[in-house]
């Protein structure tokens, strides 16, 4: 039996070794589950959003060990979210610019990211009661 170019007979059946799960590189060779075969390897058969690393499908936006790409590891004190290495914050502190910060003390972060209140003053002061007060009523909003 003559199969076309790029395929091969096993069996009496023209099989294309490079890409058939049954006979991947040579005839007889199936892939386990889980694999499928490219380029005559098997290989591990990721589902949609993940990659296969090292043999492992993995999410790159949210595997902390894989961020963003492969390998890339978060940092102590970091989550992976959207494939970026954030600073991870606890309750009642809030990621300013990859620090944690309490936006009801900090001075430089006074009620929010970047606004800045200066020390002792009343200004400061009517601030963070805004803040409290605002956020006692569960509102997000930036405070004037």
């Known amino acids: 039996m003559s199969c076309p170019t790029g395929s091969t007979n096993c069996g009496g059946v023209c099989r294309d070794v490079q890409s058939d799960n049954a006979n991947c590189g040579m005839c007889g060779r199936a892939c386990p589950g889980g694999q499928s075969c490219a380029g005559g390897t098997c290989q591990v058969s990721c589902a949609t959003g993940q990659v296969n690393c090292s043999g492992v499908c993995r999410d790159l936006q949210g595997d902390n060990a894989n ?32 620090a944690c910060r309490d936006l009801q003390s900090d001075r430089a972060n006074c009620g929010a990211c970047g606004l800045n209140c200066a020390s002792g003053s009343g200004l400061h002061r009517r601030r963070l009661r805004r803040v409290v007060q605002h956020r006692a009523a569960g509102v997000r909003r930036r405070v004037p």
Not at 71 to 90: P, Y
Request: glycine share 22%; aromatic share 0%; proline share 0%.
């Open 67 to 98: 961020c963003g790409a492969c390998g890339n590891a978060c940092a102590s004190g970091q989550a992976c979210s959207s494939g970026r290495c954030l600073a991870s914050c606890g309750s009642g502190l809030t990621d300013c610019a990859g």
